[in-house]
């Protein structure tokens, strides 16, 4: 059982209040309630370290309440910019598993949180599917994996993309049945960022999805751009409400 664990704020924190004696008895505490295993994948063979949910710089308190276990590659997962984990934030797994507490239950880049067909973000790791290894596009390298919201999952597995349920895995056990349903919500138009593999566009069922998001229409709903129409719009409103006084 590997346990030179320590909490990684330490590199970036000089101060080591806290991380005397005492704080080696909450860590094996941490480590014994959460029965010698990463609370995010579950791995009880990697070094495994107790991790501050509120961060001892952010105020959060030295206390079993305070502290998760978790194994090195997932700690990297939870720090994104703290380099000392660089070498090891890969050889965590892809999704937390499905019982993993909020705090850490997410999945391995923040990337992955979002659709890379629709490009939404989702903050609950379930509501993802990953397609992996896709067939690599023309001028990008392999990227292992897309992560999908279930919506575009379902679709993608339905229409002509090369991706088949048997390619999609999620956390927990996925749902056929579920994906299939929800794809009727995938969006109409991939994001524009969306690689080739995943960009595919679904037939608009209804005239008002057609008109709202199948024609330059959907910028003004959905896009970024429905604020500066809005406002736009506002202004010219004002501007003639004033010259008309
Ligand atoms: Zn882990
Ligand atoms: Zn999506």
Not at 174 to 201: C, G, K, N, W, Y
């Amino acid at each position: 059982m590997g346990s030179e664990g320590d909490d990684s704020d330490r590199p970036d924190h000089p101060d080591r209040r806290g991380y005397g004696e005492g704080w080696d008895e909450l860590r094996q505490a941490t480590l014994r309630r959460d029965g010698y295993a990463c609370t995010r994948c579950g791995a009880d063979d990697r070094t495994l370290q107790a991790h501050h949910v509120i961060p001892r710089g952010a105020g959060g308190p030295d206390a079993l309440e305070n502290l998760l276990t978790l194994c090195r590659p997932c700690h990297g997962v939870i720090h994104q910019s703290n380099s000392s984990f660089d070498d090891v934030r890969d050889e965590a797994p892809l999704f937390p598993k499905p019982d993993a507490p909020d705090p850490v239950a997410r999945l391995r880049e923040p990337i992955d949180q979002c659709c890379s067909r629709c490009g939404v973000e989702r903050t609950d790791s379930g509501d993802l599917v990953a397609w992996i290894d896709p067939p690599s596009g023309p001028d990008e390298p392999d990227s292992g994996h897309f992560t999908l919201c279930k919506s575009c999952a379902g679709f993608l597995a339905e229409s002509d993309a090369r991706c088949e349920y048997e390619d999609l895995t999620g956390m927990g056990r996925l749902q056929i049945h579920e994906l299939s349903t929800r794809r009727l919500d995938a969006r109409v138009r991939p994001s524009l960022f969306a690689p080739p593999q995943v960009a595919v566009r679904r037939e608009p069922r209804t005239l008002r999805e057609r008109v709202l998001f199948d024609t330059p229409l959907r910028f003004v709903f959905t896009g970024p751009v429905r604020w500066l129409v809005a406002g736009t719009t506002l202004y010219v409103l004002a501007t003639l409400l004033f010259t008309s006084l």
